[in-house]
């Protein structure tokens, strides 16, 4: 078994209120120096057998129509070993 990530972020251009709130509330509690925060979505999917290029073309697909909304959101796929 094998595991496949897909990272789910906002595309740059959209505004990301959650990241902005951390930013704001980060030299609050302390933490200085850090100019940007933007959140996103980790999805770990533990794969049945091998991971070759048809199972990391349908996490692909997976991710393109229900994981990431992919009007305002980008996504990356990857192995994990």
């Given at each position: 078994?094998?595991?496949?990530?897909?990272?789910?972020?906002?595309?740059?251009?959209?505004?990301?209120?959650?990241?902005?709130?951390?930013?704001?509330?980060?030299?609050?509690?302390?933490f200085e120096g850090i100019?940007?925060?933007?959140?996103?979505?980790?999805?770990?999917?533990?794969?049945?057998?091998?991971?070759?290029?048809?199972?990391?073309?349908?996490?692909?697909?997976?991710?393109?129509?229900?994981?990431?909304?992919?009007?305002?959101?980008?996504?990356?796929?990857?192995?994990?070993?």
């Amino acid at each position: 078994m094998a595991r496949v990530v897909v990272d789910v972020m906002l595309k740059p251009e959209i505004l990301d209120p959650q990241g902005q709130a951390v930013q704001r509330a980060l030299p609050r509690l302390g933490f200085e120096g850090i100019s940007d925060v933007r959140q996103g979505k980790r999805f770990e999917l533990e794969v049945d057998g091998p991971v070759d290029d048809a199972a990391l073309d349908r996490v692909r697909k997976m991710a393109e129509t229900f994981l990431a909304n992919t009007v305002i959101e980008d996504f990356t796929v990857k192995v994990e070993s």
